[in-house]
Each structure stands twice: as C-alpha cells, then as structure tokens.
C-alpha cells in the first residue's frame, strides 16, 4: 500500500480523498495556488504546498508543479480527482517516467477512450450499441455537412477531446449546421486544443443513464448499478439519482453487462463511467466513458456501502477487486443536489464572495461533501459548485421528501446559490413523477 498520496485537485474531492487517506493510514500531501491558500483541502493535508498563481493553467494544471511537489515530498502516488488533470493521458505519461502511480487508468487507455470517436469504434467493435454516427474524425464543415446528411438530423456535433458540455451542438437541419459545427469546432479549440469534432443523430428526449464500473489489474470487471443524470442545464448535471425509476431488473442487468463488457474491451483499470442515452421505447445506447472517479460518485456510494475512493486507491496499488458482481446489492434510493454559488435569477451567473454565515444539515441518511466554511472566500477562479448535498432513505419518494427537509437546513450567507432552483425541481410534478429526460429543466422551466 501507498505510503503518502499527493492530491492534484482542490474543493470538496480533495477534502473527500483527504478523508479516504487518513482512515486507510495513509499520509497525504494538497496542493493549492495562492487563491486556495486558506482553503480546507490545504488545512486538512499533512502537507500543503503552493504550486502556482491562481488561474488553473498556472497552478492546478501546471503539471511540472504537481510532479515536482509530489518528488519534493517523497509521495509515491498521485490522485487527480475530477477535472483539470485527471483525463490528461501526458500527465500520466510523465507519472510513469518519474515512476510516480497515477490512481487512474493507463495512458493508452484514458487516449483510447477520452477521444470520442475512436471510443465509439471501440464499442462497435465490442458490439456494444452506440447512436448511429461518424467513424473518422472530422476537422472541415464541407466533410460534416456530407456526414450529416448520410447520418440524418437531427445531429450533435460533438468535439472528440471534449468534456462538460463544451463543444457540443446540435443542428436540426443543415441551415443550422455551418454555424454551430464552427462555433462547436472554435469552443473545442479554445477548451482543448483540438480541432477534431465527430457527429451523432441526436436522440430526442433521452435519459442519461451512465453505469460505475471497477476494473482491477488482474482482469476483474464490475458495475455497480447505475445513474440517472438527466437534470442537466446545457450539458451539466445538476441532480443525480441512483438507481433510475424506469429501469426494469433485466434492462438494468442488460445495460451493466454491456457496461462491463464496454470497460473490457477498452483494457481498463480503475474507476470509469460508461455513459448511455435510453430513449422513450428503452433502446439504449454507449456515448462516451468518463476515465476517473465522476462528481457524483457518491450516489453509488450511499446504495451500495462501497467507498469508491478507497477501492481506486487499492486498485492502484496493485490489489484485486475484494467483491464480485454477486456481491454488489443496491439498497433504497439516493439522491444528489450540486449547490452552486450561482444566481438562477441571473441567467446562473457565478457568485464569488465571502461566506458570512453557513448551516449545512445532517441527520440519518444525510451526506454533505463540501469544503467551504464560515468566512471561506469563494474565488473567481475555479468551478462554482461549492458542495453536494447527499440523502439516501428506502425509496425514491422518501428520498425526495429527506432531500426537501434537507435543502431546507441549508444557510449560506454572504453569496447567492442555486438552493432555491433545486428545491423548485424537487418540487416539481413531472420530477416526483420520474417522467424525465435530458430537455427536463428547458420544458419545465421557461426561464
């Protein structure tokens, strides 16, 4: 087992990997930039060091920081949380050549499955259902336009480096598609560097179903259920729930063995995602796989009693899967709200500032994975999500009612959030209903 892990990340998943580490005796260095120098992820560490100013490019994504911080500190592995590094394949690359352990997969594989295009052949190959679109990368709009046709509209353009909902599009008929190809293609250039875009029909008011897998390196493979992220606001989640309301016991146990078999056939190691959109008659259907521990990971976490960053960090160390597939047993019903310091009312404009005063609620079933406190300045810098508010109870419709209870114990002073949004979802009909989909929030919510 490691003897001390560096956390390239900041936020509530530092915290949570922090938290992880000291209950498996292990020693743990943070980094932060000069914005987080009073944050909790740098308080809570054994070590902390400064790696940079505080745009992320300077700090979090400085990768000859991190390694020289980890070097420095004698830590003999790295974990990358979500985000900024943490599907960056030369990171890992240079992880291996400092013979430092990334806890995540193989280079190779993150390449493999982090491009888009060559993820979806991947799946063809395995003979794992995907939505009908291009095999090769394309980088022209002459060349999408005639893939486009062939394929039929509607389409999503998609970047093939992509991620977060950026460099996403869709195009209804081909008067659309010039522009928003372009604009997709520029957002794409401009987010990762890449040009490379593919194209899919776009499949009309799906859910979003993605499935946890863990792959150990002795060629163990099992899912552990699945996720409904349908709430999402222009591509980001904003609720999750596990496990979904209108999946039936074989459809689920279909979709989570082509979710493994999905993970085999890519070489994987380590926590992932395989992601599927379910139309209205049940077809399901591979999109992409997220090669790291999701946001959300917690949900799962709550059904099944596994801690899922524990079992990435025995993985790395080079331990079997201590479960099989028949041992994984979802129990009730659990929910996620991500709290954004954000203002709904202002088209969800971020809301930096001082935190005056905070309340976050507990209780029986309640998980809050935060890591803001009272008098935290929240920086400019960084992603707006400030928190993830958890509840599990026996049944989706207890699990709501204990969200609501929760939601309402929350108190943050000082900056706007999004509390009062997810309490108007919750609240909602259609969502207490489960008669969701991926267009929930735009049909539901007008402005």
Do not use: W
């Amino acid at each position: 087992m490691f003897h001390k892990i560096l956390i390239a990340n900041r936020g509530e998943i530092a915290v949570r990997i922090i938290r992880a580490c000291r209950e498996m005796g292990i020693a743990t260095v943070a980094v932060y930039s000069e914005a987080d120098k009073d944050s909790l992820h740098a308080m809570l560490a054994d070590e902390a060091i400064c790696i940079g100013p505080a745009p992320s490019s300077d700090s979090y994504l400085n990768m000859e920081s991190i390694l020289s911080a980890t070097v420095a500190t004698k830590a003999d592995a790295i974990h990358p949380g979500f985000g900024f590094l943490s599907e960056n394949s030369k990171f890992v690359t240079l992880c291996q050549k400092c013979n430092i352990t990334f806890i995540g997969p193989p280079a190779d594989v993150m390449d493999r499955m982090g491009n888009k295009s060559e993820a979806r052949n991947t799946m063809v190959a395995a003979g794992v259902p995907v939505v009908p679109g291009t095999k090769d990368p394309i980088h022209d709009v002459e060349t999408g336009k005639r893939m486009a046709e062939e394929i039929g509209y509607p389409i999503m353009i998609k970047a093939a480096s992509g991620g977060g909902g950026k460099g996403m599009r869709i195009a209804r008929g081909p008067e659309e598609f010039e522009a928003n190809f372009l604009n997709a293609q520029r957002e794409s250039v401009s987010g990762f560097s890449d040009d490379t875009m593919y194209l899919e029909r776009y499949v009309e008011r799906p859910r979003h179903i993605e499935f946890q897998i863990l792959a150990d390196t002795h060629g163990n493979v099992v899912h552990l259920g699945e996720r409904d992220c349908s709430i999402q606001r222009r591509h980001q989640k904003l609720i999750e729930e596990s496990p979904c309301a209108v999946l039936s016991d074989s459809l689920r146990a279909e979709m989570g063995e082509a979710a493994v078999k999905a993970a085999k056939a890519a070489g994987y190691v380590n926590a992932g995602t395989i992601e599927f959109l379910l139309d209205s008659q049940n077809r399901y259907y591979f999109i992409e796989m997220n090669t790291r521990i999701q946001v959300e990971h917690g949900v799962t976490e709550m059904v099944t009693g596994l801690d899922l960053i524990k079992e990435q960090i025995r993985i790395a160390a080079g331990e079997p899967l201590s479960f099989s597939q028949e041992d994984v047993v979802i129990r009730g019903h659990a929910i996620e709200c991500r709290i954004n310091a954000e203002d709904p009312s202002r088209h969800f404009m971020p809301c930096p500032g001082t935190i005056t005063n905070l309340h976050l609620p507990g209780g029986n079933g309640v998980r809050v994975d935060s890591a803001i406190y009272s008098g935290y300045q929240i920086p400019p810098y960084y992603d707006s999500m400030i928190g993830k508010l958890i509840v599990h109870d026996i049944d989706r419709p207890s699990a709501i009612r204990k969200m609501l209870s929760a939601l309402g114990e929350v108190i943050v002073e000082g900056v706007n959030t999004n509390v009062d949004f997810q309490f108007a979802i919750l609240e909602n009909e259609n969502f207490q209903s489960g008669h969701t989909d991926t267009g929930f929030i735009e049909e539901n919510f007008d402005d």
